[in-house]
């Protein structure tokens, strides 16, 4: 894939991952995968259910490292940064949506979006204001004060889109982001999340197995045996 216009905000060149199997065995999967996502752009990635997918985007995060290759957020070698400068920069250049959500049961709306900036330790005073506007783009504007457990499974992920967003991310990696949602609903939060990372400028990597989700990216790549081997 090449992309006239745009930086590369994130670069996985021949990575591999594996793991030890339960007989002693290594498991290969992922092969020597090559990817790139430029600014404002987004990609969907496919592929069969154990091809790889989530352990990609747990790479190319660095929340699990490759056991070969080389990732680059914005330009700079993943593997070079110290676990502190690690922690800051995958603050600043990511942001994650989960199928699961992952939402802090003890806070309410409006803390479990700010605590992106918590964990990026730059909670300003403009940060309670963006948080608030991104939910009021979510069509939560009447909720910031609501315990996760009141909410429906598409208002929740619509706080953790909120959340994702938050810290201004290059890059917002979503693992099947509407597995747990019925098809009204998941077509709801799609198009919040497409269109939420346009406006604020993120680039999107989706992980989703629906096919009408994937042709509505920019690009779309299949994982097959490890590798891309379908990038459009």
């Known amino acids: 894939m090449s992309e006239d216009q745009g930086r590369c905000v994130l670069e996985a060149c021949k990575v591999s991952k594996t793991f030890d199997g339960p007989d002693g065995s290594r498991i290969e999967v992922l092969r020597g995968a090559d990817l790139q996502v430029y600014s404002g752009t987004s990609l969907s990635i496919r592929g069969e259910s154990g091809s790889g997918k989530s352990t990609f985007l747990n790479v190319v995060s660095w929340l699990d490292t490759p056991s070969a290759g080389t990732v680059w957020w914005d330009g700079v ?14 603050a600043e250049v990511l942001g994650f949506v989960f199928q699961a959500y992952y939402l802090m049961p003890e806070l309410n709306v409006l803390e479990n979006v700010l605590m992106s900036a918590r964990i990026k330790g730059s909670l300003k005073r403009d940060s309670r204001s963006r948080a608030e506007g991104l939910l009021e783009k979510v069509g939560l504007k009447d909720r910031f004060n609501q315990l996760p457990g009141k909410l429906s499974g598409g208002e929740r992920q619509r706080v953790a889109i909120a959340r994702a967003l938050l810290n201004q991310p290059s890059v917002l990696l979503a693992d099947e982001p509407t597995g747990n949602l019925d098809e009204k609903t998941a077509d709801i939060v799609m198009e919040l999340l497409l269109g939420l990372c346009s406006d604020q400028g993120a ?9 009408q989700y994937a042709s509505q990216t920019d690009h779309r790549a299949q994982l097959s045996g490890g590798l891309f081997n379908q990038i459009l």
């Not at 680039?203 to 096919?211: A, E, I, K």
């Open 203 to 211: 680039s999107l990597v989706l992980v989703t197995h629906n096919p």
């Open 77 to 90: 070698d993943v593997s070079k940064l110290s676990a502190t400068e690690l922690s800051r920069r995958r």
